[in-house]
């Protein structure tokens, strides 16, 4: 097998194919390799979609672009993540967001016939795949919940909810830097910062670093009341 299609057995959609198997799927199709240097530009918001990207080395951003020049990080992919498996059946033909190479990268694209062909032919990607757009489908309902609470407190309370449900503590490990959460926010670091001082103040939590204490569920939970 390819060193270049190694990191393919930590995909979601190949995991469960021997080395072999998918050396003659990617034969078979008319997949190829993309390299790109750090800052480059591997989709810009508005490019045509007509296939399925995998990041095979380095890392990439998923970006929402601002007339003023700044910009929204939506998510941050690495070695084996997926891009455009949400869009690529829909009715859009385009990209919504910017998808940015954060360092020097490479990446297997795969064209949507053939992707078709192998959920024809193939059970297990016809799984993988689906299991992957059932997976897309709860994480971004988690994220318009999210969306729905207005206040940075709302935001934070429900983000805190969720990982301690997921962890089953009250002393969370967040999974994102403080700039990584408040760029998923839409707001400043520093806002972000004043709400945690805020709150820790109030009793409700104590942050250490990325470490987070729930010192009264009530006063969280009452929040998003």
């Known amino acids: 097998m390819k060193k270049d299609f190694l990191p393919l057995k930590q995909c979601v959609l190949f995991k469960n194919f021997d080395e072999n198997s ?36 380095g890392s990439i951003e998923v970006q929402k672009l601002f007339p003023s020049g700044r910009f929204l990080t939506m998510s941050k992919l690495s070695s084996g ?13 385009t990209y919504p967001a910017t998808i940015t190479s954060v360092s020097k990268s490479k990446v297997l ?17 016809l799984k993988a795949f689906m299991g992957l757009l059932s997976n897309k489908i709860l994480m971004l ?22 990982l301690y449900s997921e962890q089953n503590s009250s002393t969370i490990t967040l999974k ?3 700039k990584e959460i408040a760029e998923s926010f839409g707001i400043p670091r520093p806002s972000l910062s004043r709400e945690f001082i805020k709150m820790k103040d109030e009793g409700i939590l104590d942050v250490d670093k ?6 009264d569920i009530e006063l969280l939970e009452n929040i998003l009341m």
């Open 109 to 125: 694209f795969i064209e949507k016939s053939d992707i078709l062909n192998l959920c024809s032919e193939e059970d297990m990607f």
């Open 22 to 57: 998918i050396e003659t799927i990617l034969r078979k199709s008319n997949s190829h390799i993309e390299s790109f240097a750090k800052g480059e530009s591997i989709a810009l918001e508005g490019d045509s979609i007509k296939s399925l990207g995998i990041i095979l080395e």
């Open 81 to 93: 993540d997926i891009f455009g498996e949400v869009i690529i059946f829909s009715k859009r033909t």
């Open 176 to 178: 994102q830097s403080k």
């Open 141 to 162: 309902n988690k994220k318009v919940t999210l969306l729905s609470h207005q206040s940075i407190r709302e935001k934070i309370a429900n983000l805190l909810l969720s």
């Open 210 to 215: 990325n470490k987070v204490t729930i010192m």
